[in-house]
């Protein structure tokens, strides 16, 4: 089978029990870098030396069918650099391919920064969305920034420190100065930080330089309310656009407060009328 080990963001003592037993018997381990891998299982006193396999952005493709067979046979133990492999993170290709195949796929659950940086953050957590690593190029990053606009559910983003700053900026342009926002640093980490405030704040905190690993939360955006017959004018303009009424409601819900089943039923009952 295939198993998804979690390992620390950098505090070894969140190293589960689990993790070191699984450790201790695999024989084969899939990792995204063999040279970190090595380091974990020195750090942890695993006398275990099981067979190291590197599994890295870019030779997924190349060895996940590989992979599949021998885990059809014994136990393929996948660990990322930190935290919870698949996740911004290679593996998922290899578990696509395991599960074509028919092979079981598990987890030793551990760590992971998106839930992490979630929890301390003090933002929305009943609804949230991952969003991953943002593009490195400004006019890229300013337009999935602007797709997210009206994204009610808190967002969570991975981010470079050198491109921090100018992301926040983005962000700041995109969601507005006063929008609030998190940005962890090292979590975990002894130099963990967690820095609150909104988007104007955060940017002029980054521009002074910033280091680390680097999780950034921002406040999804209020609902606006309109009346019911706003919503409908704004459906229609939609529809006449060539957008299916489902659809259409489902958009102009998400930026209001009015839920997509009454903007959907009212749109019918307008039409039978």
């Given at each position: 089978?295939?198993?998804?080990?979690?390992?620390?963001?950098?505090?070894?003592?969140?190293?589960?029990?689990?993790?070191?037993?699984?450790?201790?018997?695999?024989?084969?381990?899939?990792?995204?870098?063999?040279?970190?891998?090595?380091?974990?299982?020195?750090?942890?006193?695993?006398?275990?030396?099981?067979?190291?396999?590197?599994?890295?952005?870019?030779?997924?493709?190349?060895?996940?069918?590989?992979?599949?067979?021998?885990?059809?046979?014994?136990?393929?133990?996948?660990?990322?650099?930190?935290?919870?492999?698949?996740?911004?993170?290679?593996?998922?290709?290899?578990?696509?391919?395991?599960?074509?195949?028919?092979?079981?796929?598990?987890?030793?659950?551990?760590?992971?920064?998106?839930?992490?940086?979630?929890?301390?953050?003090?933002?929305?957590?009943?609804?949230?969305?991952?969003?991953?690593?943002?593009?490195?190029?400004?006019?890229?990053?300013?337009?999935?920034?602007?797709?997210?606009?009206?994204?009610?559910?808190?967002?969570?983003?991975?981010?470079?420190p050198n491109r921090l700053a100018d992301a926040l900026a983005d962000a700041r342009d995109a969601f507005g100065a006063t929008r609030d926002a998190v940005v962890c640093r090292e979590l975990t980490k002894k130099f963990e930080e967690v820095r609150r405030g909104n988007l104007a704040e955060l940017h002029a905190w980054a521009a002074e330089g910033v280091r680390g690993e680097i999780v950034v939360l921002v406040h999804g955006a209020s609902a606006t309310v309109i009346s019911?017959?706003?919503?409908?004018?704004?459906?229609?303009?939609?529809?006449?656009?060539?957008?299916?009424?489902?659809?259409?409601?489902?958009?102009?819900?998400?930026?209001?407060?009015?839920?997509?089943?009454?903007?959907?039923?009212?749109?019918?009952?307008?039409?039978?009328?």
């Amino acid at each position: 089978m295939i198993i998804l080990g979690g390992t620390p963001l950098g505090n070894l003592g969140d190293a589960s029990a689990r993790l070191s037993e699984t450790l201790e018997r695999v024989s084969l381990i899939a990792s995204e870098d063999t040279r970190t891998t090595h380091k974990l299982l020195t750090a942890l006193g695993i006398t275990n030396r099981p067979r190291l396999v590197a599994l890295h952005d870019h030779n997924e493709a190349a060895v996940a069918d590989e992979l599949v067979v021998l885990a059809a046979e014994m136990d393929v133990l996948v660990l990322s650099d930190a935290g919870m492999p698949t996740v911004s993170d290679p593996g998922y290709h290899l578990v696509r391919a395991a599960v074509a195949a028919g092979v079981t796929v598990t987890s030793v659950p551990g760590p992971s920064a998106v839930i992490t940086a979630l929890a301390v953050s003090g933002l929305p957590t009943d609804r949230f969305t991952f969003e991953g690593f943002l593009p490195r190029k400004s006019g890229e990053r300013r337009a999935r920034f602007i797709e997210l606009a009206h994204e009610r559910r808190t967002m969570i983003f991975y981010e470079s420190p050198n491109r921090l700053a100018d992301a926040l900026a983005d962000a700041r342009d995109a969601f507005g100065a006063t929008r609030d926002a998190v940005v962890c640093r090292e979590l975990t980490k002894k130099f963990e930080e967690v820095r609150r405030g909104n988007l104007a704040e955060l940017h002029a905190w980054a521009a002074e330089g910033v280091r680390g690993e680097i999780v950034v939360l921002v406040h999804g955006a209020s609902a606006t309310v309109i009346s019911l017959d706003s919503a409908l004018a704004e459906i229609d303009a939609l529809t006449a656009s060539g957008m299916r009424l489902k659809e259409a409601c489902a958009q102009v819900s998400s930026s209001t407060s009015l839920s997509t089943r009454d903007l959907y039923q009212a749109a019918l009952a307008r039409k039978l009328n």
